[in-house]
């Protein structure tokens, strides 16, 4: 681990001049955690309920149009990384005290807010993990918490980013690995856990945040006597059937419940050899934030064949349904299903496809799809959906009632490379065919349906199936990008396009917005840059 302050800020990129930069006192009380973000931004999205929502109005439709580029952070001091050639931003960054904090993997950096000059800078050296990626940090009290890629909890002082305490929490010689930001709930460090190359069960740990001790452990497969054991052909299958934990859930502090996404199940794309619906691998799952105890479940795809990780987030608000007030939650699934629940019960009240699909049959009554068996990978290709959505962060915007969400609409051949009666690691594997449209959607959560729909210009139909994080605002405004390198603005009631700009790279980790000084920030990762525009005084 090196540790170096900002006066070698030299190296980087600032497009801001001043003297060596003063390292802030930074202290969060933890009961301002998952508050609504103003002049913070405390969790990975924002506040505990995943909306991505702010209420600052002081950019607006009227005055968007003078938006002004601030500063640029542009990461120069690290180089080419294990499996990732140049460094990409993909973490939602927090702040607190007028810091920003962000992340690539292995590294984590302190700027200060009004000019990104970088006030200390905090560097990891992995013994194993993929660097695909690393989505932030959590914070509580003057401690911020890193996850490193060969899975250790690391404990760092907020103002200088000193090492406090480390504990490592997985063994990354099995191939587990982590990209995810932590989530601090009350007295708990909230930690998941990726990978599904050898097959091995998902988990969920929470830990002390002072001390680092162990407090409670989920498993997203089901252990010895559970009831649960009956949708694995046997206890072998599901203690390695996957389930990965690898992005931040959601919390609600009224019902004490993390809301937690669980990843795709194990072997990867090969399903013949644990025949069942697989619990609780592919699913929202409802925990007891302070034991760990699993309330409630309910699985978005059963059976995975096609590596529909289901990890994106389960959004948390409140409506009237038939004359009452429901507490609800709604996720535009990675297979093409929107679904609204109950967030207290777990039961449905919408699972509907929000993009063209075709491989399911129709609904169990419990309102979890029935995948079509012929739709399964094969040794000869079967044709199913790409990727509907993926890791980044779909909104919320109570002012309108929509849920907004990046799609992608397309077909993929996949193929069945392992065709042995007990698989394992990745037994097949997917290709895109043909066009995929790219399309913003904003989604009725009660009924499913679009309100409307922005489909990008597709001018060179890049491979990729990531789509950019969202934000939106009580002015109306949603903030995304494409996938042509550029950010834009909508109003987020009908979908009109207020603003854009051309960028470096496209939009690669959460936006954000802040006031500061009485200004309006909007700040977001692309590439290998941090960009941060305001309206000029």
Not at 182 to 188: G, Q, T
Not at 231 to 244: C, F, K, L, Q, V
Not at 447 to 457: E, I
Not at 462 to 490: C, E
Request: aromatic residues 10%; glycine residues 10%.
């Amino acid at each position: 681990m090196r540790l170096s302050l900002g006066v070698c800020a030299a190296a980087t990129m600032a497009v801001m001049v001043g003297t060596s930069p003063r390292v802030p006192h930074v202290s969060l009380d933890p009961v301002a955690i998952g508050k609504a973000p103003i002049a913070s931004w405390t969790t990975f999205n924002g506040d505990y309920s995943g909306r991505r929502y702010s209420t600052l109005t002081q950019i607006g439709p009227a005055n968007v149009s003078r938006l002004a580029q601030q500063w640029v952070y542009r990461i120069t001091e690290v180089g080419a990384q294990r499996g990732a050639p140049v460094p990409v931003i993909k973490c939602t960054p927090l702040l607190v005290n007028g810091v920003l904090y962000i992340t690539i993997p292995d590294h984590v950096w302190a700027l200060n807010a009004r000019t990104g000059i970088p006030l200390w800078h905090y560097d990891w050296v992995d013994r194993g993990g993929h660097l695909i990626g690393q989505r932030g940090v959590a914070i509580w009290k003057k401690t911020v918490y890193f996850l490193t890629p060969d899975n250790w909890l690391i404990a760092l002082d907020a103002s200088t980013g000193h090492e406090l305490w480390k504990k490592n929490y997985a063994d990354a010689r099995k191939q587990y690995f982590s990209t995810s930001a932590p989530l601090v709930v009350k007295n708990h460090v909230i930690v998941g856990v990726g990978g599904d190359a050898m097959d091995m069960p998902g988990f969920l740990d929470s830990f002390d945040p002072e001390t680092g001790e162990l407090q409670w452990t989920w498993w997203s497969t089901p252990r010895k006597g559970d009831p649960a054991l009956k949708t694995w052909p046997n206890e072998a299958a599901s203690d390695h059937g996957g389930g990965m934990t690898w992005m931040p859930g959601t919390y609600d502090p009224n019902l004490n419940m993390l809301y937690w996404p669980t990843g795709n199940t194990n072997p990867v794309f090969a399903g013949q050899g644990r025949p069942g619906a697989n619990l609780w691998t592919e699913a929202i799952v409802a925990l007891d934030a302070d034991t760990g105890k699993l309330k409630w479940y309910f699985q978005v795809s059963p059976h995975d064949t096609h590596d529909f990780d289901n990890t994106t987030a389960p959004i948390l608000f409140d409506r009237v349904v038939d004359g009452k007030p429901r507490k609800l939650l709604a996720q535009a699934a990675r297979n093409g299903f929107f679904v609204t629940l109950d967030r207290v019960t777990g039961s449905y009240l919408v699972v509907k496809p929000y993009v063209p699909l075709d491989w399911s049959s129709g609904l169990t009554p419990q309102g979890e799809p029935i995948p079509i068996p012929d739709k399964d990978p094969s040794v000869g290709g079967s044709i199913n959906i790409v990727n509907a959505s993926n890791w980044p962060a779909p909104a919320y915007n109570p002012k309108t009632g929509l849920f907004y969400v990046n799609s992608v609409e397309g077909k993929a051949i996949y193929y069945l490379t392992d065709a042995s009666k007990e698989p394992s690691g990745y037994g097949g594997t997917g290709q895109g065919i043909g066009h995929a449209p790219r399309v913003l959607q904003a989604i009725d959560p009660l009924t499913g349906s679009a309100a409307w729909t922005h489909v990008y210009p597709n001018l060179n139909n890049p491979s990729t199936t990531v789509a950019p994080s969202i934000l939106t605002t009580a002015s109306n405004l949603l903030i995304t990008g494409d996938d042509q390198m550029n950010v834009i603005i909508y109003s987020a009631d009908k979908g009109q396009v207020l603003w854009h700009h051309e960028i470096g790279a496209n939009e690669s980790g959460g936006v954000i917005t802040y006031l500061l000084d009485g200004k309006q920030y909007i700040v977001f990762g692309a590439g290998d840059s941090l960009y941060a525009w305001s309206l000029p005084r």
